[in-house]
């Protein structure tokens, strides 16, 4: 056993080890044993802070960002970037939206599109009216099949234009929404489009606001073509920069605190934007075929 330095403070000497041969048992001396009760360690104040430190390590380790992801009617490359992020191994809380004027899904001609209104028309409406239209044609070309994954996230697709940041979204977790815990304050760190128009919806619609909460957040652009397939690809290449963006404010937030770091402010945050531009350039050469852009704009 270790020696305690703590037990000779308290008047108590730890026993020598006994010298060989070992003395013969009280008994055959006809004396009687008396037993000692060693006294526990006790935390000192040190141990105590260290406590303090490891429990709020912990907690930073275990921080997320809060995302948010945006193609034009809300329907593939957004939901399959959503449906990463919110089904993770260490999920992301997540919101997504589209900024197209309607949700336009293609019809049995290019000239016959079928067309829905956002906020109001729900994920499985359209998959049953697709399904009662033709399912043999809406099932070849992927469409119930992208509807089934959209409506086991959310309830229906949203418009960005139509999101007011701060405004509480909790009927979303009563919904069951995936992602929904942790973005009820209706408020988030990063945006990540997937498509250049989207980009430049969502930038210029943040500037229309007015940015309410002066609030910032880093606004990205990963570029995917509108098909099942780059997507699948697109929403692997977003949750990498997901878990890349979240390592690096982890790191920031142990390392400093997390003092101002929802107004933008303070040393934790201010390590953080300067390291984003970085992160991005590391993580584009991993994925050269998905050509990205950001900029930081203000909720």
């Not at 209104?117 to 009662?132: A, C, H, P, R, V």
């Not at 234009?161 to 405004?167: I, S, Y």
């Not at 652009?221 to 997507?231: C, L, P, R, T, Y």
């Not at 201010?270 to 930081?296: C, G, S």
Request: proline content about 9%; charged content about 20%; some cysteine.
């Amino acid at each position: 056993m270790a020696y305690d330095p703590r037990l000779s403070s308290a008047g108590t000497a730890t026993a020598p080890s006994p010298p060989p041969p070992p003395p013969p048992p009280p008994e055959a001396m006809g004396g009687t044993t008396t037993p000692t009760t060693q006294p526990q360690p006790t935390s000192t104040p040190n141990e105590a802070n260290n406590n303090t430190v490891a429990e709020s390590e912990s907690s930073s380790s275990s921080y997320k960002l809060r995302f948010c992801t945006v193609c034009a009617s809300n329907q593939n490359r957004s939901m399959e970037a959503h449906l990463r992020l919110s089904t993770a191994s260490s999920p992301f809380p997540v919101i997504s939206f589209g900024t197209g004027s309607l949700v336009r899904l293609p019809g049995p001609s290019i000239t016959q599109p079928n067309v829905y209104n956002f906020n109001t028309t729900s994920y499985s409406q359209m998959y049953d009216e697709l399904l009662s239209k033709d399912e043999r044609l809406y099932r070849n070309n992927g469409l119930l099949n992208m509807l089934e994954r959209n409506r086991n996230l959310k309830w229906g697709p949203e418009r960005f234009q139509d999101w007011v940041p701060g405004q509480p979204r909790v009927e979303h977790v009563s919904k069951g929404d995936k992602g929904a815990l942790g973005t009820e304050g209706g408020v988030v760190d990063v945006i990540i489009t997937c498509e250049e128009r989207c980009w430049d919806a969502v930038v210029d619609d943040l500037m229309n606001k007015g940015s309410p909460l002066n609030r910032p957040v880093h606004v990205f652009n990963v570029d995917i073509k509108d098909n099942h397939e780059e997507a699948l690809v697109g929403g692997k290449a977003i949750l990498d920069l997901a878990n890349r963006l979240n390592e690096a404010a982890s790191q920031e937030r142990k390392a400093s605190g997390a003092d101002g770091w929802e107004n933008g402010v303070g040393e934790a945050r201010r390590n953080f934007d300067a390291r984003v531009p970085d992160i991005l350039a590391e993580w584009q050469e991993k994925w050269p075929h998905l050509p990205a852009l950001w900029t930081l704009a203000w909720l």
